[in-house]
């Protein structure tokens, strides 16, 4: 008969436990996983909504559940600071935008070749700090402060957001993405406004027939849980935000004062 204590002394059984232990770790990191995931769908409902306050709540909780420099921790801080600069809290929005740029922008530097899905992180993030950028610049330009630093800064953003970084290989389209239709017309209008006005022309104009493609299942639409009429309000956004970007390149093209605020007005709701 074998006794207790040497039963468990069985050399077996540190191997069972850490077994048991590598399987609830496992379990809590898909739990946590699939909390992120669901406070994220529910935070941008809420935000297309127009509810920003729930949606940065729900943004800021799925934020903590991600570790520290994660594609994911990356994600909820860029999502955090669209909420806030929809209620305009603006250092707050910019907080949080430079720490998802700076996250997925070293994913992208420390790969030789880097992946579809880490371009698409940088691409975005890039976008919401030329979005936060441009949104401080119009600011300053009311209130008569210096706007150079941050025009240079808008315009770097929103083409490393179009076109890639500066120090590496320029982006690649083999073929016309969702992203490219959700940012398009934001390109366009702060192009139109800090950059080349004949590139914000001709983007608009491209954005106007790139609407209709908007969630295709063609272009491998990154948001599979949208029903049939979210994907029509989809369209009609991305239709109304590429006719409002090219209004924003011809009212660009006057050197008028008023024009000029209306199209910093017209540019702000697209972006």
């Not at 040497?6 to 898909?30: F, G, H, M, Y």
């Not at 493609?213 to 989809?234: C, F, P, Q, V, Y």
Request: glycine share 6%.
């Amino acid at each position: 008969m074998v006794n207790f204590s040497e039963r468990t002394n069985c050399p077996i059984l540190p191997r069972i436990r850490s077994i048991t232990d590598a399987q609830v770790s496992e379990a809590k990191s898909a739990k946590r996983k699939a909390d992120f995931d669901r406070l994220m769908l529910d935070a941008a409902k809420y935000h297309s909504s127009g509810d920003y306050i729930e949606a940065v709540a729900r943004r800021l909780e799925a934020y903590e559940l991600t570790s520290e420099d994660s594609l994911d921790r990356g994600k909820a801080a860029r999502d955090v600071a669209t909420s806030y600069s929809k209620l305009g809290l603006v250092d707050d929005a910019d907080k949080y935008a430079k720490e998802a740029y700076d996250i997925h922008k070293s994913f992208v530097e420390l790969s030789e070749i880097p992946s579809t899905e880490h371009m698409r992180e940088f691409r975005t993030s890039a976008f919401c700090r030329a979005v936060n950028c441009y949104r401080e610049y119009v600011e300053a330009k009311n209130s008569g402060i210096n706007i150079e630093p941050l025009k240079s800064q808008a315009i770097g953003y929103i083409r490393e957001a179009w076109y890639g970084l500066d120090d590496g290989e320029p982006y690649s389209r083999p073929k016309v993405s969702q992203d490219d239709i959700d940012m398009i017309a934001g390109v366009a209008a702060i192009e139109a406004r800090v950059g080349d006005i004949y590139t914000a022309l001709e983007l608009g104009a491209t954005s106007i027939p790139l609407a209709f493609m908007s969630e295709s299942s063609k272009l491998g639409a990154i948001r599979t849980n949208l029903d049939k009429s979210e994907k029509i309000k989809s369209k009609k956004r991305a239709l109304f935000r590429g006719i409002g970007s090219l209004a924003v390149g011809v009212m660009s093209l006057r050197k008028n004062k008023k024009v000029g605020l209306l199209a910093n007005k017209l540019s702000l709701k697209i972006v």
